[in-house]
């Protein structure tokens, strides 16, 4: 396991735009991604990834064409760019590595790393 610290999280209103980081400790690899848990919500999964093929990225319906995934290597550091943001998208991010992709299905599985989740907040 590889230790990941979120940062970024924060307060804004509807239609801004907020930037995640995820930074590890070690090296990560495999594929990765955000997933976030709203108020009285289930974890949703929000973007996966993996960089090592192109292509290979999955977006949650809800953040289609609003978020966007991307990697640092050189950092080791594994970003969300949130934009348009909207009130349902409120709730704990959190960012997991080191997972197993699944082309078919287009899923990253078995993720070994967690974060302990950075909050955002988006007020109408």
């Known amino acids: 396991q590889v230790r990941l610290v979120e940062s970024g999280g924060g307060s804004v209103q509807a239609g801004g735009s907020l930037t995640l980081s995820c930074t590890a400790a070690?090296?990560?690899?495999?594929?990765m991604g955000w997933f976030r848990q709203g108020p009285g919500k289930q974890l949703e999964e929000v973007a996966v990834?993996?960089?090592?093929?192109?292509?290979?990225?999955k977006y949650g319906d809800s953040v289609k064409g609003r978020f966007t995934v991307s990697r640092d290597n050189t950092e080791n550091t594994l970003y969300l760019q949130m934009s348009s943001l909207k009130p349902e998208d409120t709730g704990i991010y959190t960012c997991a590595a080191n997972g197993e992709w699944d082309p078919f299905e287009r899923r990253c599985l078995s993720l070994q790393s967690w974060g302990q989740g950075t909050q955002v907040t988006v007020s109408s």
């Open positions: 070690g090296r990560i690899f495999g594929c």
């Open positions: 990834a993996y960089f090592d093929v192109d292509g290979a990225t």
